[in-house]
């Protein structure tokens, strides 16, 4: 099993930045990636940006592309995402991922087996 806790959301005005942490723990070798994905009300979750663990190698969102960056300290088991000139659209619950995919898409919530219990974020205009 591994264990992901998410921290860092918060309420901002547009144009803000927050950075969430997710700390892995337990067998955390069992993942390759870990990444982030929001969900809004009434709308899918939706990958925002992954990281390779080993290699560092990311993917990220259009829609975030530019403004977001994700990040990892393997010494610290953790996964950061910076989000800077946020938007009322980037509201949503942030829930932090970790998996091994094999299918080629790296933002399909299904490829990830391990889930945090999620983190808010609220940006106001």
């Known amino acids: 099993q591994v264990q992901l806790a998410e921290s860092g959301g918060g309420s901002v005005q547009a144009g803000g930045s927050l950075r969430l942490s997710c700390v892995a723990s337990g067998h955390t070798y069992r993942s390759d990636c870990m990444g982030w994905f929001r969900q809004a009300p009434g709308k899918e979750r939706e990958g925002v940006a992954v990281?390779?663990?080993?290699?560092?190698?990311?993917s990220v969102a259009t829609s975030v592309k530019g403004r977001f960056t994700i990040s990892r300290d393997n010494a610290k088991n953790t996964v950061y995402l910076q989000m800077n000139s946020l938007k009322p659209e980037d509201t949503a619950m942030y829930y932090c991922a970790a998996g091994a995919p094999r299918g080629g898409d790296y933002f399909l919530p299904a490829e990830y087996p391990y889930w945090g219990q999620g983190t808010q974020v609220t940006v106001s205009s």
């Open positions: 990281i390779h663990i080993r290699y560092g190698f990311t």
